[in-house]
């Protein structure tokens, strides 16, 4: 983790200017990326993956996350990619434990990148705006 570069307007730097506390927590741990999952490597940088994982983990414990992020995984040949997941129907990804919303979802994301609705590189360029 690392703190603001000199002059950037970040949302940590925004805060920091109007709260003591929060100014002297990312002065104390910096400003950790809020998108990052401890996820030990799992996605491999994959923001396809990455999302998965988050779809995945929603409302659920990371311990327990990780074990379905892993099964699918399995499932999929390695780290799951649009490809691999669409050939999971609901009911196999089902199988792996996910909740039947989770299974939609995942397939879902993963249509949606296949047929170029959703660009994921555009994503990683994206801002918060």
Partial sequence: MTGPAPGAST?????????????RLTGQYGTPDP????DGGRSDGSN???????IISQQISTAVALVLYDRLAAATGG?????SVL??????LRALGTSHSKAIYLRALAES?????LEMRWLASS???
């Fill in 48 to 54: 396809f993956a990455g999302m998965a994982l988050h």
């Fill in 11 to 23: 949302p940590y730097v925004v805060l920091a200017e109007a709260d003591p506390v929060m100014a």
């Fill in 35 to 38: 998108f990052a999952f401890p």
């Fill in 127 to 129: 801002t918060s705006q």
């Fill in 113 to 117: 990148v296949q047929s170029g609705a």
């Fill in 79 to 83: 780290s799951p990619t649009p490809e």
């Fill in 87 to 92: 050939r999971l129907d609901v009911e196999q």
